[in-house]
């Protein structure tokens, strides 16, 4: 999952110096961070552990561990006294949906990887403790924990219980595994806690590689399957699941760059979406993790390329001039969150990194590192990039 950086004129350029000197990369990205990470964890030092537990679905047909969410784009049916069936609005979120779930998962996720990029940073035990107290009440008693399973998420009312694209909701846990690799070495994380929280993730990757629902996750042909893969690599690499490393990889050669990319780089199915900007950022920062998490000693997936010469390279190549200048967009602007974007992609530092593109995190340093709009904020899987580095 990790990658070594060494490259001197990369890290003195990310400081702002103006000749080269001889310091690791990874180094200047954690002197960059610092006061963010730090402002994080010392806001989550105080917080009280959550739990899906402490919010009950009255629709859920689940039980109260269970994940439950209601698909994005689905509204009451004016047209019917009780608005059942639910009805479709591609691109626009209803307000109203039981949301609960997924903001106590996000805010676990912000919670515990800002403490845990702040103890790598500072090795101050007081942040290891925190993080392993979240993580406790959120996967691990029995009495508070999530079960490892998402058989009720982007449920519909009226339609179906829950749904294979629901799977998307825990693409954020794919921070918590770094996380716990960075808490390694402190007091708080003891053996056995390491222990059960890889058995949550071993449980957890095992239903979404097993169940009718990770199945048609796994084989969707858009963002979505790019999501569900991402997470089966990260989780695999942090159980030690070597097949399903390998699957990972194969689907990123076959499927995510030989059918989802386009010859100029862009997605076609996510230009086609009435967010075609925001689907477009989600998608190539998604892939651009996946491809790192997977790279090794024998193949680097940032510079793998199909013999027509697509590759990560050239989706960076389409959506960096747009990021660096949104007026320079030509589709439509997204029906939602428009000017909340763009936040900062992830793409363009591990573009930057594994590319040796100076000019990439140059700009990645000048973007807000730490949007406010909900929405935007929802569709970003990494918010403490040091945790992905070493």
């Known amino acids: 999952m990790v990658r070594l950086l060494s490259t001197g004129l ?23 961070e610092r006061p963010r990470v730090l402002a994080a964890a010392e806001r989550a030092l105080s917080a009280a552990p959550l739990t899906i537990t402490a919010y009950p679905a009255k629709l859920s047909e689940g039980g109260r561990n269970d994940f439950y969410s209601n698909g994005d784009y689905w509204w009451p049916d004016p047209a019917k006294p009780d608005g059942l069936p639910y009805i479709r609005r591609d ?11 997924r903001h106590a998962l996000n805010t676990f996720r912000d919670q515990v990887a800002a403490l845990a990029a702040a103890y790598r940073l500072t090795r101050e035990e007081k942040y290891a403790a925190q993080a392993v107290r979240l993580l406790d009440v959120f996967l691990l008693d029995p009495a508070t924990r999530m079960n490892p399973h998402l058989k009720f998420a982007q449920a519909i009312p009226g339609r179906n219980p829950g749904r294979g694209i629901g799977i998307i909701d825990t693409l954020h846990l794919i921070e918590i595994p770094p996380s716990i690799a960075a808490l390694r070495g402190s007091r708080a994380l003891t053996a056995d806690r390491e222990a059960g929280l890889r058995r949550w993730f071993g449980d957890y990757q095992d239903w979404m590689l097993s169940s009718p629902n990770g199945q048609e996750e796994a084989n969707e042909k858009n ?15 942090f159980t030690g699941d070597a097949a399903a490393l390998a699957e990972c990889r194969a689907r990123f050669t076959r499927k995510f760059i030989g ?30 993790t996946l491809g790192w998490v997977l790279s090794d000693a024998g193949t680097d997936f940032w510079r793998y390329t199909l013999p027509d010469g697509r590759g990560l390279a050239r989706g960076v190549e389409f959506m960096t001039p747009f990021v660096a200048d949104k007026g320079r967009w030509t589709r439509p602007p997204d029906v939602q969150a428009w000017e909340g974007w763009p936040a900062r992609p992830v793409f363009l530092l591990l573009g930057g990194l594994a590319l040796d593109r100076p000019e990439l995190i140059d700009l990645w340093r000048r973007l807000d ?9 929802r569709n970003r899987a990494i918010t403490q990039p040091v945790l992905w580095l070493r």
């Not at 990369?10 to 400081?15: E, K, V």
């Not at 963002?223 to 690499?237: G, I, P, S, Y």
């Not at 100029?264 to 989600?282: H, I, V």
């Open 10 to 32: 990369l890290a003195w350029t990310l400081l702002g110096c103006s000749s080269p000197a001889p310091r690791p990369a990874s180094a200047a990205i954690e002197i960059h």
């Open 91 to 101: 691109g626009q979120t209803n307000p109203e949906n039981f949301a609960q779930h």
């Open 223 to 237: 963002n979505h399957a790019v999501a569900f893969w991402l997470q089966v690599a990260v989780f695999a690499d």
């Open 259 to 288: 059918t989802q990319m386009a010859m100029d780089g862009g997605f076609p199915l996510e230009l086609a979406r009435t967010k075609p900007y925001a689907y477009s950022l989600f998608q190539l920062d998604n892939l651009s």
């Open 369 to 377: 590192g730490d949007p406010t709009d909900p929405e935007v904020r």
